[in-house]
Structure formats: C-alpha cells, structure tokens
C-alpha cells in the first residue's frame, strides 16, 4: 500500500498525469482504465480528490481510482516496457518453447511410438 497523497490530476486524449504531494509525476494510459477512456474529455475534466488525496473521484461517470490502482498500473506499464529491453532469449528457453509445439505435431501425424 503506497502512503502517496495526490495533490492533482489531468487527463487528454490518451494519457492520466498524476502528480503527487510529494511532486512525484506519474503518467499512465487512459487504456488502462477503461471507464475513463471511454469518457468523454468533459467527464474526465471534473474530478475531486477522496479520503484525504489517497483516491481521485470522477462524478460524471462514478468513477473511483486509488493511489495502489495507479501505481499499479505505472508499475505493469514500466515493466512491460522492461520486457521490450531484455536480452534476446537463451538457446535454453527457446528449446523450452519448442517441446510443446513438438508434442503437438507428434501427436498431429499420430507417429507410432518407437519400438526398442
């Protein structure tokens, strides 16, 4: 649970800016909120702060937000975006991602177990 209080929030098109008491600016996909990507930018625009700036509250489409809801969402985005800068994957996995679809064509062509 993130002990963050949030001072204010926008919105455009695309993209929920959060900026925090602390000054912390954490920007996250409207896609990830699907209520409020569907809004319309006058729905998103009114917004009031709940329990003490640990919510945002959108009154135009009852929509409620937690601090945890955002930051889980920045943090699913950010390692999504680690994922793309990984290293290319081991000889090792590649064979592990294999076996199933090897399984599979052998059972496909209903190859007859060998016989020793």
């Known amino acids: 649970m993130h002990?963050?209080?949030i001072a204010g929030v926008t919105t455009n098109a695309t993209t929920l800016t959060v900026t925090f008491s602390d000054g912390a600016v954490v920007r996250v996909p409207l896609s990830c909120f699907p209520r409020l990507a569907q809004a319309t930018p006058r729905q998103r625009a009114?917004?009031?702060?709940?329990?003490g700036g640990i919510?945002?509250?959108?009154?135009?489409?009852d929509e409620d937000?937690?601090?945890?809801n955002i930051m889980r969402a920045h943090s699913r985005l950010t390692h999504h975006q680690d994922a793309h800068t990984s290293p290319p994957v081991s000889a090792q996995t590649l064979l592990i991602l294999r076996e199933p679809r090897t399984h599979?064509?052998?059972k496909k062509h209903k190859q007859a177990p060998r016989k020793s």
């Open 46 to 51: 009114r917004t009031r702060l709940i329990a």
């Open 55 to 61: 919510g945002v509250h959108w009154p135009l489409i």
């Open 3 to 5: 002990t963050r209080t």
């Open 65 to 68: 937000i937690s601090v945890d």
């Open 104 to 106: 599979y064509l052998a």
